[in-house]
């Protein structure tokens, strides 16, 4: 074994030295309890007796050399900086780096929430909430609902399984539920808004779904009147449809409004048809309503409104189908 070539090339390894890793490489292939020093220790019980003083002062003196400057350029490459790029920075956000991460953004329909949210409060509304699961007196008895009215059928709501006796609990069929709630615990004068989930059994076609949302409003004062409420449905749908938006107000029923209507907007296909489409409810609350909630209907007057959102989002983005919201396809959702 030849040690001027031994230190030759350890030398020229050790100047060529870039990591830990690579330092971690040379101490094994050198210095390691397997290395070429510790071999080149084996050897010296090999060769001939005049020749072994000189080999093991060599190795000696070798030995000491590389390890010491081994650890100095171990040391050196320990708390060296990383070349500029060599590394990569883990506190980089991954949208960034990799193209397959898409950043995601608000559902239309939350998008569509917020939007009327903003638009209300700018025409002096508050934002008020209720729960999905609700109890009948909030969902019908409070709101005028007669126990024989057809609305109450359990084939038409989602009524929850209660031990006999217990109140009859059910997911909320409509948003009118929080007009309750919200009369009951504050008084008049009242103007709110309440967006949320409401479930229905209804067959699935491209305008109805078991579960949609809608956007409940009511307005409580003196002196309100029908032409407020006209005039309060036709500023929204301006405000949010734009100023060329067609609607109608129809006569309808409602047992908690009286006189009640159903308003519609034209919707424009993308084909150039247009159809008539019902977005909501509306009516001047039925003094009974206000009995059940300790409000004088002989000072107070009042109007409520009920809106589909998804149809207030189909209308606004030209969506055929409200199946869409719900499938989860990305190349739907990433459009909004
Ligand atoms: C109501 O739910 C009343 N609470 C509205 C109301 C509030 C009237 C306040 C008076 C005063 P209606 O069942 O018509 O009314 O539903 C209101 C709106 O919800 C409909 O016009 C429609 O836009 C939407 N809607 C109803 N059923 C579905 C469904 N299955 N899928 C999607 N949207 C629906």
């Not at 209804?202 to 003196?222: I, P, R």
């Not at 007057?301 to 869409?324: K, Q």
Request: glycine share 8%.
């Amino acid at each position: 074994m030849n040690l001027d070539e031994l230190a030759q090339s350890a030398a020229a390894e050790l100047a060529g030295l870039k990591s830990p890793d690579d330092a971690e490489r040379f101490r094994i292939k050198y210095l390691g309890t397997k290395g070429l020093l510790k071999q080149a220790s084996d050897h010296l019980r090999t060769i001939p007796a005049d020749q072994k003083r000189a080999f093991g002062q060599q190795l000696n003196v070798l030995k000491n050399e590389l390890t010491s400057k081994f650890e100095a350029a171990r040391k050196e490459l320990a708390t060296a900086k990383p070349a500029a790029g060599s590394l990569t920075d883990v506190t980089e956000p991954g949208c960034l780096k990799f193209d397959r991460y898409q950043p995601g953004s608000l559902h239309l329909i939350n998008q569509t929430i917020e939007s009327l949210t903003d638009l209300f409060s700018k025409m002096g509304f508050a934002v008020a909430g209720g729960p999905e699961l609700e109890d009948e007196f909030h969902n019908f008895d409070a709101l005028n609902v007669p126990a024989t009215h057809p609305a109450r059928d359990p084939l038409d709501n989602f009524y929850l399984e209660r031990p006999s006796g217990a109140q009859p609990f059910m997911l909320r069929s409509q948003t009118s539920s929080v007009q309750i709630r919200v009369m009951e615990r504050s008084k008049p004068p009242i103007r709110i808004v309440a967006p949320g989930r409401v479930y229905r059994p209804d067959t699935v076609d491209a305008t109805h779904s078991f579960m949609f949302h809608q956007l409940e409003g009511l307005v409580v004062d003196t002196d309100v009147t029908m032409v407020d409420l006209k005039t309060c449905i036709d500023q929204f749908a301006r405000g949010f449809f734009g100023s060329d938006v067609q609607t109608r107000f129809r006569p309808s029923y409602f047992p908690f409004t009286e006189p009640s209507a159903e308003f519609d907007v034209l919707f424009h296909y993308p084909d150039g048809s247009t159809r008539w489409i019902e977005l909501g409810g509306c009516g001047m609350v039925d003094p009974a309503v206000f009995a059940k909630v300790g409000i004088d209907p002989e000072i107070y007057t009042g109007f409520a409104f009920g809106l589909g959102i998804e149809r207030v989002a189909m209308r606004r983005h030209g969506i055929g189908d409200i199946r869409a919201f719900y499938e989860n396809d990305v190349r739907f959702l990433s459009q909004f």
